[in-house]
């Protein structure tokens, strides 16, 4: 997803992008949300979740390291806050050129479910999309289960909570205590 | 026999230590059963067990000075033996976490089941601690993506440490959840099987502010009995009680900075 430069109007810490998008959604922001769980901002990982975001609502979504789109975008970066989370703003004739394809579409509730749990701000959204953005097939339907149903990021999460439990387990001098020593 | 078991969740808000509080009662019908607040930065167990007065708390114990007994924090209460932690903030700084090792390899002579209320965070020593010493972890989830994730994150941390997994337990189901269509899922990518579904309650609530674990509050709500097919779910392995001591002295525990 190529995107237009954009000019950094809000940039934040947070447990789980709710205020950011419920932000978003009060000013009617026109532009995109970089989101980037704070593993990654510390190392050297490739893992953020672009968001595009059209008079409030997210609109396109497109994870920069796994270079997945739509949905499965945002299940790359689900549960895996803090985030840092940083608003820009563009101008609205340029992202109207950012092309819309089914791959990249999420639909308007689903960051707000999926990233913040948040089915208030999701349903306020969903009010505040254009009719024919919410007229799409709602997927998933249910938020849980296609989160249990996307091994690919089970798998993630896992792997990094192992990775981060021996990184750890380093750090407090642990390591002796893990099943299989330390590898690494 | 005694059988070290962790209740963690990795998030806060699941209801960890109703659950803890009313797994410990369940098995208590079973076996002797010690429930020890191990969440020592957030300790709130003392309040749902209506011990917010309690002179000597596991805070006392893990003072490098202590100077009281093990057992005089432990009270016996509801038909299980209790241990408190303090919440003063003071308290947790000067406590040394690494000593509970020694108070679990105390416990752990005389009782069948040890439940620790494990911290609902994976970021600190003191927070990770309970999970590493514990045989076992019950994984305390709400049916929701973040609650599942940060489970999932708390397993992988058991792992890391070989402590294997008891189940899982879906607290605060509310009516349109659809834990039943996620239970087979959810079971592939945790050990061990979930052992119940506990609805949202009232009562529950009304329990820690009666200061009541929920099965003595309201011991016929659904619920409890949830809570209890959890608990019967939870078959309490057998190890002589001097071999856990002592394996729970040997564990590794790094020095305090």
Redesign the interface.
Known sequence: MRLPRGDLVRSRTAT?PGDALAWALDADHTGYLVLEPADAVLGDGDDACVLTIADGVPRLAYHTGTERGGAPALADV???GPYSVDCYAVDRSALADVTDTDELTVSPGAPA??LA?DSALAERTRVAAPDEWTAEPASPA????A???DEER?DA??DR??E???R??RE???T????DGDEN | MVEAVAVASGKGGTGKTTATLALGMALAERYDVTVVDADTGMANLLFHAGLADAPVTLHDLLLDDADVAVDDAVYHRFGMDVVPCGTSLDAFREADPTRLRDVVAELARDTDVLLLDSPAALGSVSAVLPVVLADRVVVVLQPTVPALSDGLKVQEYARSYGTDGAGVLFNKVHDGDSVERIADRTERYFDGPVLASVPDADAAREARDAGEPLLAYAPASAAAEAFREAAAGIEIRDEPAEDVAARFRSAVVPEQP
């Open positions: 789980a689900a549960g895996a479910e999926r749990a249910d938020p849980v289960e989160f249990l149903a089970l999460i896992r909570a192992r981060e439990a021996r750890k387990a407090w001098d642990l002796d205590a893990l099943v």
